[in-house]
DNA sequence: AGAGATACCCGTACGC
DNA sequence: TGCGTACGGGTATCTC
């Protein structure tokens, strides 16, 4: 599942084999990728389209074109790039290809459809991220007191409030359960309750969470891989997510699992101990 | 009214 | 072997 530094290490990946190409073809193979945009009035207007930034918001990659166009791209949950020095295999998955004019070929898979690909002029992008996303967690605007802003007054389960994007943008359901257990905080505590040293607590480790995923490069779980095919190897580094009845890597009590706002939720109930 | 909770989309893997 | 169910990001739509 890309999360933020699944999609960190894509658009590094991405950036060195897009930036300066020109697009010579696309073909776009699937109605849900672009909807309700039709998909050929899509790849047809990225063809002859030069790529001039590859870069990310949040789980959003922007693939910067000239003509002020902007492919705004979101994986969702099974959505990766490969890239190919020749023509990509067949592949029932791949959704969308791009031939590049230096005879490379790049291909867009997502085995649940889940993904979008929206194009839009360059001057639509900032709004249409900044009614959605909240402070990027690795820039200087997510400090103690932007979360405390977040969170303050609000009723719901802390975890909901760190996976509301508004929130802060690019935690998922697993680096969420990864930054509370660094934070001792537990998944149900209610965001608006938390006192300031927890709420600074959980910002560095909401920060700390997302920094190991990238230098991880990210986390291969069922089939996330960068565009290159290579697996990442953060899924080594989880101390609680997906650990059901292991031991805790701090205390040793068995991790334990709820449902929290309708995701799978791991945490420790020793260090995490539910309070007030 | 506004916040919070739930359903939905989709294909695969898994358990019984 | 086959069928039902869990999974989950964002959004639409419900509820209280």
Redesign the pocket.
């Known amino acids: 599942?890309?999360?933020l530094p699944e999609v960190e290490t894509v658009r590094r990946r991405l950036e060195p084999v897009l930036v300066g190409r020109r697009i010579e073809a696309a073909a776009i193979v699937d109605e849900?990728l672009t909807r309700p945009e039709p998909s050929g009035a899509v790849a047809a207007a990225l063809v002859g389209r030069r790529v001039e930034s590859v870069g990310r918001r949040?789980?959003?990659l922007l693939v910067g074109l000239d003509d002020e166009l902007v492919l705004v791209v979101?994986l969702?949950?099974?959505g990766s790039f490969g890239h190919w020095p020749d023509r990509a295999p067949a592949d029932?998955?791949v959704r969308a290809t791009l031939a590049l004019d230096d005879g490379c070929e790049v291909t867009y898979r997502d085995?649940?459809?889940?993904g979008t690909w929206l194009l839009l002029d360059a001057a639509d992008v900032e709004p249409y991220l900044a009614e959605?996303l909240g402070p990027e967690p690795l820039g200087r605007a997510f400090g103690p007191r932007a979360l405390a802003r977040a969170l303050d007054?609000?009723?719901?389960?802390v975890k909901?409030?760190l996976?509301d994007?508004r929130s802060v943008a690019?935690v998922?359901?697993?680096y969420a359960d990864e930054a509370l257990w660094r934070a001792r905080i537990h998944p149900l505590t209610r965001?608006?309750a938390l006192a300031a040293p927890d709420v600074a607590r959980l910002q560095r480790a909401v920060r700390a969470a997302l920094e190991t995923g990238i230098r991880r490069q990210g986390a291969t779980l069922?089939?996330y891989r960068d565009p290159s095919g290579a697996a990442g190897s953060m899924q080594d580094e989880f101390r609680v997510y997906g650990r059901e009845g292991e031991p805790c890597p701090r205390c040793g009590a068995p991790i334990a699992k709820i449902?929290v706002?309708?995701?799978?939720t791991w945490f420790c109930p020793v260090c995490q101990e539910r309070r007030a």
């Open positions: 599942m890309p999360e849900r949040g789980k959003y979101h969702r949950m099974t029932p998955h085995v649940r459809r889940f959605r007054g609000r009723r719901t389960a909901a409030a996976l994007q690019g998922g359901n697993i965001a608006g069922r089939d449902r706002a309708g995701r799978g």
